[in-house]
């Protein structure tokens, strides 16, 4: 029997929000769509993430019309999305029925899988949304985030991925979202996982540190059957390998990757002009494509390693630079130690940043990191120490519940709100998610003299 490994394109989702700022409109993708969809793809990666803020706040798109568009020119390749637990693609927790509805639309208006994770792998926040996703019938494909702590061993996440299998995933994946992961641990992580699920293992990683080819050869070794990869001119650095090159060098080690070469080479030529196009504009920044082997060292995203720089630069404070990443792990462990993925990585990046820089530590703490230490966002990996504890929120309660359990249901509410500028019952989780947003571009669209693409909606309630 010949081994077999499938191929997820991040093209339209993480690779263009790793390589230019989620900035790819509808016109970029039209044009090879089609192709895309004979190429042989276990699914492609679309929407989630940060694509639905970009419609809004860049791009005057409607994420739901975008992803109706690209659902009627591919008819075959399963289509996937990303979320964010209990925050769907916001960064609060929002009620169960805003969770629900959010999920079925996302399914209805075309969604087959739909990735989800939650930031503090509490899987209590994952609980709504995967038993939505089942209800409409998506593919649950719950992700463990990786990240590197003592508490994090092979045997927490093999535990996860047992609660997992429990409340009804259909697939795991291992989300490596920092791109901190080493071919070594993660041959031992699957084996290890392997033993204890028959589910599909898919691997999602970011070529930042410059090892992320090395890590699938060992992930595919191990047994993984899905890999995450991106067409060629929007892969490498903070995005992912490149999709071709690791087809061809798999293939050549015995393993069927169903895809066709030749659309391949389509799908490249015309990402190359897109890109092309992007980097003529300024908004290819060619640092992205830098090769940081720091991200292993501290264990750290590549994009928080670039945004304490940046934050330092306009501080003018360049030289604490070290002096804040050797603050990154201490505050981490402090912390519990959080995996950093958004909102997290901003977080913990923000406290470390004000520590070194207020010259006392935790003199200043942020609203955020209040909240966390509460209990809000969910439960802390590790635990955080007493003293911790009363540094940050003094003698304020913990809460023990799931957060989203002190939240009342909000759509009917959020409904009465918009009036008339809500067509359709995708308009008002619009408006749910990004309310400042969302208002502007519901306006708009209802003034004749705005030149908003048209809509086909359908008014469901
Ligand atoms: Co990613």
Redesign the pocket.
């Known amino acids: 029997m010949a081994k077999k490994v499938r191929f997820t394109d991040?093209a339209l989702r993480?690779a263009h929000?790793?390589l230019i700022a989620t900035r790819m409109s509808i016109e970029d993708m039209l044009p090879i769509l089609e192709t895309m969809d004979e190429a042989g793809y276990h699914s492609l990666e679309v929407w989630g993430?940060a694509t639905f803020d970009a419609c809004l706040r860049y791009l005057n798109e409607d994420p739901w019309e975008r992803l109706r568009e690209i659902r009627k020119h591919v008819r075959k390749t399963k289509l996937q999305m990303?979320l964010r637990g209990q925050n769907l693609l916001g960064y609060k927790h929002y009620p169960d029925d805003v969770v629900e509805s959010f999920i079925e639309r996302a399914i209805k208006n075309g969604i087959d899988i739909i990735r989800v994770f939650d930031a503090l792998n509490d899987l209590r926040n994952l609980k709504t949304a995967v038993k939505a996703i089942k209800k409409y019938g998506g593919h649950a494909q719950m992700c463990i985030c990786y990240t590197i702590s003592e508490i994090h061993t092979n045997e927490y996440y093999v535990n996860l991925v047992k609660e997992m299998e429990k409340m009804g995933a259909d697939s795991i994946a291992i989300?490596d979202?920092a791109g901190i992961i080493t071919p070594a641990t993660t041959y031992s992580l699957i084996k290890d996982i392997k033993s204890v699920t028959k589910l599909p293992i898919v691997v999602?990683?970011?070529a930042t540190s410059g090892i992320a080819e090395m890590t699938y050869l060992k992930a595919v070794e191990a047994g993984a059957d899905i890999i995450?990869t991106a067409i060629s001119p929007l892969s490498g650095g903070t995005s992912?390998p490149a999709t071709e090159s690791l087809a061809i060098a798999l293939e050549e080690l015995g393993y069927e990757t169903g895809l066709d070469h030749d659309k391949l080479k389509e799908i490249a030529e015309h990402f190359k002009q897109v890109k092309e196009e992007f980097r003529n504009k300024g908004v290819l920044n060619p640092k992205v494509m830098d090769v940081v082997p720091d991200t292993l060292t501290y264990q750290v995203p590549g994009g928080m390693l670039s945004n304490l720089l940046s934050q330092l630069t306009e501080a003018k404070k360049e030289d604490k630079y070290e002096e804040v990443l050797k603050e990154v792990p201490k505050v981490r462990a402090e912390l519990g130690y959080p995996p950093l993925v958004t909102p997290l990585s901003q977080m913990v990046g923000t406290q470390a940043l004000m520590n070194v820089i207020s010259g006392e530590r935790y003199k200043m703490i942020p609203k955020e990191i209040k909240d966390y230490v509460k209990g809000l966002y969910g439960k802390s990996p590790g635990s955080i120490s007493q003293e911790m504890k009363e540094k940050i929120i003094g003698d304020e309660e913990v809460l023990d519940v799931r957060p989203a359990d002190l939240l009342k249901p909000e759509m009917k509410n959020l409904k009465k709100e918009l009036g008339d500028l809500a067509e359709s019952t995708e308009d008002v989780l619009m408006y749910a998610l990004f309310p400042q947003l969302a208002l502007p571009y519901l306006k708009k669209r209802k003034d004749p003299f705005c030149d908003v693409p048209v809509q086909n909606v359908t008014v469901i309630y």
């Open positions: 991040t993480d929000q790793s993430g990303l989300k979202m999602h990683t970011h995450d992912q």
